[in-house]
């Protein structure tokens, strides 16, 4: 079996075959290094200091001024661990839990957290037997990390909490016995470096990133499947309009166009009209901003996954132990916040183009009805697409610009990090939905357009989403065909 070894620089692609090609984990002989090496620094310094240490020998939070003695360091720990587990709502998806552990195994195994070399290897020996803490999505103010889904997270490390295995969740001290392991006993500071981080916020910041990029890649495809299917002209997409205007996402999306375009009889043939609706137009425009709100997005989570994110940090070759702020989500909330205002838009300009395709102008029947009389034809599918898309945009509001202060005034600025996370979510998997809507309806406009062919690229994917989803001449019930063409999207490669 394929391993990915804990500790070596991830870039997103690196860790979306991680996790869809289903390689196991190990720490490599480095993070070992580092992480026994850090471990044995902290204790040599609790004996060698009086001077109190946050989160080490002293509380949490507003009672940080309180020390706590030598004995009583481990029950603190676990104590944290109980008293922060506070998550309510919707279990957080099993994929999100997956890449919590992995993201939470490489901040840990940089070796500037104090954790025990066994904590870390167990956290990988459930991620490699598919053992996966039962977390909710509510809770977290996205400082001092994610604290109440990563407390749920760690539970099982000590024997509490749930896990979901094979399917059913059951109490983790089941699972621990069944398998021969002992509950962790947490060492000083080691609830305070499980609890402190973004894994939350960062886990469902990549995988919404990874559904990002793709869907702004059905966005072109689609888009190019709309645009012969409405007549459109192709000379908004033409390289010198865009070189005196060179945002990089504007001239990658009119050079997508135009290469996907390319031997279409539909859109050689002469044109009654003079231009394209916006929806049609703008595409470079639109659908650029989004590619590079993406791009930009990318680089942030990519820093933020290569980073120890919790507190305090421990420096063994500076000997130093320092509390401060890495947990603080501000940097990838704002960043979260963006990307959904960028997926968003993609669904937005696409709901456009299928009120365009349905309404009767260019030669296509309104509502795209073969048969008209008895038949409605594809009116209702762009009312789910726009209730979808009004969704999406109060959902983009953005969480980052609030904060409540906690902790007796302690952690007065929190990122609402989290909060941006969920909604970032559903706001792509809501585009995912508009988009598919939107192929349903080219794909019927476009056999409108017989005898003319588009091009070789657009009927290669109208032929594969023809086996799915059928031409529709009499009314049908729809939304199997909605369910057909969102998962068409999710499984069919398409070939450039």
């Not at 969704?391 to 904060?403: E, F, I, N, R, T």
């Not at 091009?455 to 023809?466: D, G, N």
């Not at 001449?473 to 369910?483: E, G, L, R, S, T």
Request: net charge negative; proline share 5%.
């Amino acid at each position: 079996m394929i391993h990915h070894i804990i500790s070596e620089h991830l870039p997103i692609d690196r860790v979306e075959e991680i996790i869809t090609k289903g390689y196991k984990l190990a720490l490599s002989d480095d993070a070992r290094k580092r992480i026994v090496s850090c471990r044995e620094y902290l204790d040599r310094k609790m004996e060698q200091t009086t001077r109190p240490i946050y989160g080490v020998t002293t509380g949490f939070g507003s009672l940080c001024n309180i020390s706590i003695e030598a004995d009583a360091l481990s029950q603190l720990q676990k104590n944290l661990m109980m008293s922060h587990a506070c998550g309510t709502g919707a279990r957080v998806p099993s994929q999100i839990v997956r890449l919590m552990i992995f993201l939470k195994a490489q901040s840990l195994s940089y070796g500037h957290s104090g954790v025990q070399l066994a904590t870390v290897e167990r956290m990988i020996e459930m991620y490699n037997n598919d053992i996966l803490p039962v977390v909710y999505d509510q809770g977290s103010l996205g400082a001092s990390g994610d604290l109440a889904p990563l407390a749920h997270l760690c539970l099982p490390l000590v024997g509490l909490g749930e896990v979901e295995v094979d399917g059913k969740v059951v109490p983790a001290a089941e699972v621990l016995a069944q398998r021969g392991w002992e509950p962790i006993t947490l060492r000083s500071k080691e609830g305070l470096a499980l609890l402190n981080g973004t894994q939350f916020m960062s886990a469902y910041g990549v995988w919404s990133l990874i559904g990002a990029r793709r869907l702004s890649r059905w966005a072109d495809y689609i888009g190019a499947m709309a645009l012969d299917a409405f007549d459109g002209r192709m000379e908004p997409f033409e390289h010198i309009v865009h070189a005196i205007r060179p945002h990089k996402g504007q001239i990658a999306t009119a050079e997508n166009f135009r290469r996907m375009m390319e031997g279409s009889q539909i859109a050689a043939q002469p044109k009654q009209h003079v231009q394209d609706p916006y929806s049609f137009r703008c595409i470079p425009q639109v659908h650029g901003a989004s590619k590079d709100t993406i791009d930009y997005v990318e680089s942030v989570l990519t820093t933020e996954i290569n980073s120890a994110t919790d507190n305090p940090s421990v420096f063994p070759d500076w000997d130093e132990v320092i509390s401060a702020g890495n947990f603080h989500g501000q940097p990838i909330a704002v960043a979260m916040d963006f990307l959904a205002i960028a997926v968003a838009e993609l669904g937005n300009i696409s709901e456009r183009r299928t009120y365009k395709l349905i309404s009767g102008a260019r030669n296509l029947p309104a509502f795209l009805v073969a048969n008209p009389g008895l038949n409605s034809g594809f009116m209702i599918p762009q009312y789910t697409a726009a209730s979808i898309v009004s969704q999406s945009k109060g959902l983009c509001m953005p969480a980052s610009v609030d904060s409540i202060p906690s902790s007796q005034g302690q952690e007065d600025h929190v990122s609402m990090g989290s909060n941006a996370a969920t909604k970032l979510l559903r706001v792509v998997d809501n585009t995912e939905r508009v988009l598919a809507i939107e192929l349903m309806n080219a794909a019927q406009a476009l056999e409108f357009r017989r005898p003319l062919r588009s091009s070789q690229f657009v009927e290669r994917m109208f032929e594969a989403y023809r086996q799915r989803v059928p031409f529709v001449d009499n009314d049908q019930v729809m939304y199997p065909h909605i369910a057909s063409s969102v998962e068409f999207l999710r499984t069919y490669e398409v070939a450039d």
